[in-house]
């Protein structure tokens, strides 16, 4: 083989062909030549995906552990990668580009506040310099409200659940009805006589829900008069024993 140094531009096309020790001389063959020493600039933008961005989409905060990150800015055909880091722990994906656009799937997160950092290979392996997006937010899960009351059986027609919430929003519903916006003390009127429960959903900014119920009997009606009865009208004893009975778990005086 022989070699020789040329002038390349951008785009070249290199044509070679070679003469063997008695003067003959070989077809021609051609390779197209790209050089670029440039480095590409850094990615625009590394943003959670709209299917991994729960909750509100104005944020970064999401339920999602494993989050498809989608990334701007980039060379066609270059590969790239994703890196986030959370308390000394760094994981990453990478993937190659559509055009200016790609896209990759990190690995699961543990809950916590991730920095998301990310830069671009171009086709001539030249790197970028790194790009530092705003962070992310793991968030999978919400505390369940804490409901105060404990009677399960009242003698009114109204009831008000006391609840407490942490870092949530709430719903109320009654009897299996449609949840409503609400807020502690929830209180709920006019009810019937007899079973009722009022579930009480916490939802978070990540769009995580938990509920807690509270269940209780409404027994607002006077009981029925008692049955007394005894052996005889008349007594002889001073200390006559009489019978009695009522509606159950009723007291007696």
């Known amino acids: 083989p022989q070699s020789g140094s ?16 008695q003067g003959d001389v070989s077809l021609p063959v051609t390779q ?6 440039a480095a590409p600039v850094a990615p625009t933008a590394a943003n959670l995906a709209t299917a991994s961005n729960s909750g509100s989409t104005l944020d970064r905060i999401t339920n999602v552990s494993s ?6 800015g980039l060379e066609s055909g270059a590969s790239f990668t994703v890196t986030a880091t959370r308390s000394g722990t ?13 896209s990759c799937v990190l690995p699961s997160l543990t ?5 998301i950092a990310v830069k671009q290979t171009d086709l001539a392996l ?25 009677a399960t059986l009242i003698n009114t027609t109204s009831v008000s659940v006391s609840f407490s919430l942490v870092s949530a929003t709430a719903t109320c519903s009654l009897d299996g009805a449609a949840s409503s916006s609400c807020s502690s003390p929830f209180t709920a009127s ?10 009480v959903t916490a939802t ?26 005894t052996s005889a009208q008349y007594q002889t004893s001073s200390t006559p024993s009489i019978a009695f009975s009522g509606e159950a778990t009723s007291t007696f005086t």
């Open 67 to 72: 989050p498809t990150i989608d990334v701007a």
């Open 204 to 229: 978070d900014i990540a769009g995580n829900t938990a509920s807690s119920s509270y269940s209780f009997t409404v027994d607002s009606l006077a009981p029925s008069l008692p049955t007394i009865s």
């Open 32 to 37: 197209n030549l790209i050089v670029d020493s």
């Open 111 to 115: 809950d916590g506040t991730w920095s």
């Open 6 to 21: 040329f002038t390349v531009a951008t785009s070249y096309t290199v044509t070679a062909t070679q003469t063997d020790a």
């Open 126 to 150: 030249n790197d970028s310099t790194t790009f530092n997006a705003s962070s992310i937010q793991i968030l999978t899960s919400v505390s369940a409200p804490v409901i105060s009351n404990t």
């Open 190 to 199: 006019s009810l019937s006589e007899g079973a009722h429960v009022i579930v």
């Open 90 to 102: 760094t994981v990453t994906c990478a993937g190659t580009s559509s055009g200016s656009t790609g």
